[in-house]
Structures are given as C-alpha cells and as structure tokens.
C-alpha cells in the first residue's frame, strides 16, 4: 500500500509515495525524504500521512526510527501520522491476499488524485 498524504478538509491528495510497498522501514525513509524535499514549501494545514503497513516475516526486532527532527517538520506542517497495520506478511507473493484483506476491511482508498 502506498502512503496517501492528504488534507483532512478536502480530501484531496498532496503525494502517494511508496506504491505496493507494505513494508514500514521502506516507508518511513521514503517520508523522511518527501518531507525533506518539500517540507519548506507545503502550507502549513490539516494533513494525514497514512502508511499502510505489514508484518515483515524476516523481522528479528527494531524497526525505523521516528526522530525528533523528523517529528518537528511534520508537526510543523501540521502532519499527523496515521500508522494502519493489515494482516499477513510484507512481500510480493502475499499482494494480491493484501489487497482482498483490505477489502474486506472497507480500506481501499478511494479519495480522488490530483
């Protein structure tokens, strides 16, 4: 599942980063660098940034690291993060089982691209 950043208001998307990717890890440093990127020009407002992850079968412990720095930029822009977890396990043979899971559980997205 990708990361669907939005404006709570309008619903519109500002970025999907991360497309097919379940993995929180991957996803994390893909918003860090997002936000690096465009952190100084996005307007200050009511955002989300939903990441959609699984369990990844190869984990032994520790996980990406939400730093203080990245936190501020966020909070600064008014970004809350949605952490969303679905069952199975994070990898290519388990997508389309992915997919079925999060509609069964109404959580396909289906707000309007931009």
Not at 17 to 42: F, M, P, S, Y
Not at 63 to 72: E, I, Q, S, T, Y
């Amino acid at each position: 599942m990708p990361i669907y950043i939005y404006k709570i208001q309008s619903d519109d998307y500002v970025a999907r980063l991360c497309e097919g990717e379940w993995r929180l890890i991957h996803q994390i440093e893909a918003l860090k660098n997002w936000i690096n990127e465009v952190g100084d020009t996005l307007e200050a407002s009511d955002y989300v940034a939903d990441l959609g992850f699984c369990w990844r079968k190869d984990a032994a412990c520790g996980g990406p690291v939400l730093d203080a720095g990245f936190m501020n930029k966020l909070s600064s822009r008014g970004i809350s993060l949605h952490l969303s977890e679905y069952p199975g396990f994070a990898g290519l043979d388990n997508e389309n089982k992915l997919m079925s899971n999060m509609k069964k559980l109404g959580r396909v997205k289906t707000r309007p691209t931009r």
